[in-house]
């Protein structure tokens, strides 16, 4: 798999590795970072005429000496701004001396429009706010609309986190990383700042990341593909899964409704609304397919699951916080079983906002139902706030933080939404689209993780697919989308998903 997201250390440990395994050594694999990077500009604009190389005093700063000397080998007018020195005997020193552009002070740094820039000042090594002279470098790109292309990382975000670590970091039209991405690519604003991503092949074998061992990975087929459900010839609308989904009172069910047609679009064989009586007319009105019970309580729900035992239930869109809902997360937790599962979303998650504690451990118990929790970055902080107040967290820390902490899956939203298990295993999404930020799209996404769950998917791919779905079916959708759009959106995704895993061709990234 290329799909392994590593942290910047993870990252170091991967490149000694490698040059203890050869055939690389450290120098070796900076010319053959910095050849990339040098390739890329030279594919994007083969017209440059004047390059700047901004090098700092580490690696970052070797692989740009590296890019500078290709680039006037090329026949580019390329100038080296350096903060500080590498370190004599250094594979960056090593760079330096076999580049014979001289290096002048970054302080005398001053582009023009239409001069190319490249940002090697700093990338995984990054360790404090960059300094005066690299902010004023930030700020003359910026006033002369340079493109710039950063080396690994733009300076100034950190690749653990995508948060700037000071308060100014370059913005970059290209970045380009090395063997796999980091977090800081994925997680925003890290993301922005990126621009365009590209991943260069610069030697580093796959055998060598894997040892490695990261739990994390960028969202995408490739990570659940082996457990998409596609019905048996010889299925029946009960065996692919009946997902029950609680509606709220009269004036508010329509997002219960959006998250049962997400879940009949999703696969579910079989989908009931389960309705307090005083919004079964207005339910009536607009179900067809779908069917439809009356829960005013948690004792309807215990006599509903003994008698229909549905695989899969979404509890929380437009339901109402209070008692009355944790009392059915509580009736599903205990008696529903352990081989069910519960998404529980918008009102389901804040009404345990004053004692998450009993959430917790309720569903940590061995035979509880399995717990998704879809929270936004609002939902979040009200159930988890001492993670969600850790500035020193990336989002990915907080998700699989927060995962621990409930013993369920935790998909946590937004434009860099993060899927994490208890088991470790997390994946950044990167198909999302800001289409998405509209009224009911979450009850879309929290049906179409139940309908994977009710076809026996696990929880984590599940939720890894559903969120990748939900997205790429806005995507396709474009302008103009409203939740409401979304359940059949879903069609033409599900149709190449279907089609792949059918011919086995692999189609989809
Ligand atoms: N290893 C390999 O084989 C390969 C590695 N590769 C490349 O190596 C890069 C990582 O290199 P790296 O570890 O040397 O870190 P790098 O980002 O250059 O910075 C470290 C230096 O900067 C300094 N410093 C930090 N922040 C600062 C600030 N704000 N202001 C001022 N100074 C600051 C810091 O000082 P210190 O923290 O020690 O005080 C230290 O001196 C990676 O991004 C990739 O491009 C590729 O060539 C592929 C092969
Ligand atoms: N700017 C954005 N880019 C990508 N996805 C987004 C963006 N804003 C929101 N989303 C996605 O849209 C959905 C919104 O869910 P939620 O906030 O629960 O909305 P609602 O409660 O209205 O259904 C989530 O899946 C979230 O990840
Ligand atoms: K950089």
Not at 206 to 231: Q, Y
Request: net charge negative; with cysteine.
């Amino acid at each position: 798999m290329s799909n392994e997201i590593l942290t910047p250390r993870e990252m170091a440990e991967a490149d000694r590795l490698a040059i203890a395994a050869g055939p690389f050594t450290g120098i070796q694999l900076m010319r053959n970072a910095g050849a990339a990077v040098a390739a890329e500009v030279l594919r994007r604009w083969p017209a440059a005429i004047r390059v700047h190389v901004l090098c700092g005093p580490g690696n970052n700063g070797g692989d740009g000496y590296v890019v500078a000397r290709l680039l006037a080998d090329a026949g580019v007018r390329a100038s080296v701004w350096a903060e500080g020195r590498p370190k004599a005997g250094s594979d960056a020193a090593q760079a330096a001396a076999e580049c014979t552009i001289e290096a002048q002070p970054i302080s005398g740094f001053m582009p023009e429009r239409g001069d190319i820039v490249i940002d090697a000042l700093y990338g995984a090594g990054l360790s404090k706010p960059l300094s005066p002279n690299a902010v004023s470098a930030i700020e003359k790109c910026r006033d002369a609309r340079i493109s710039v292309v950063a080396v690994d990382l733009p300076s100034g975000i950190s690749g653990e986190t995508g948060h700037p670590v000071g308060k100014e970091a370059f913005r970059a039209a290209v970045t380009v990383t090395f063997a796999r991405k980091k977090p800081g690519h994925l997680l925003h604003p890290g993301r922005d700042a990126c621009g365009e991503l590209v991943v260069a092949d610069i030697g580093i074998g796959a055998d060598t990341v894997a040892a490695i061992g990261s739990k994390c990975f960028e969202n995408g087929p490739a990570l659940w593909r082996g457990s998409f459900p596609t019905p048996a010839a010889d299925t029946h609308k009960y065996r692919r899964g009946h997902v029950a989904v609680f509606s709220g009172g009269a004036a508010s069910t329509g997002a219960a409704r959006l998250s049962a047609l997400a879940a009949a679009r999703g696969g579910a064989g079989a989908v009931t609304l389960l309705s307090p009586g005083n919004a079964l007319a207005v339910n009536a009105v607009h179900l067809t397919s779908v069917m439809l019970r009356r829960v005013d309580d948690a004792d309807d729900a215990r006599a509903f699951i003994a008698d229909r035992k549905p695989s899969a239930f979404v509890l929380g869109p437009g339901f109402g916080v209070g008692e009355a809902l944790r009392e059915l997360v509580f009736a599903i937790l205990e008696t529903a079983g352990s081989e069910t599962s519960l998404v529980l979303d918008a009102d389901g998650i804040t009404s345990f906002e004053d004692t998450p504690a009993s959430l917790f451990i309720t569903a940590g118990v061995e035979s509880a139902a399995t717990l998704v929790l879809t929270p936004h970055v609002g939902e979040f902080a009200r159930l988890f706030p001492g993670i969600a107040g850790d500035d020193a967290l990336s989002k990915l820390d907080k998700a699989r933080q927060a995962a621990a902490r409930l013993h369920g899956v935790v998909v946590y939203k937004g434009p860099d939404t993060v899927i994490a298990s208890p088991d470790g295993r997390a994946a950044i999404n990167s198909n999302g689209t800001p289409l998405l930020a509209t009224a009911g799209s979450g009850d879309v996404l929290s049906g179409i993780v139940a309908a994977l769950l009710a076809q026996g998917m696990p929880a984590f791919e599940a939720a890894c697919a559903a969120v990748w779905m939900h997205a790429e079916a806005a995507r396709r959708f474009g302008p103009g989308l409203i939740a409401e759009d979304l359940p059949l959106a879903l069609l033409p995704v599900l149709r190449d998903l279907v089609a792949e895993h059918s011919d086995g061709s692999g189609g989809l990234a």
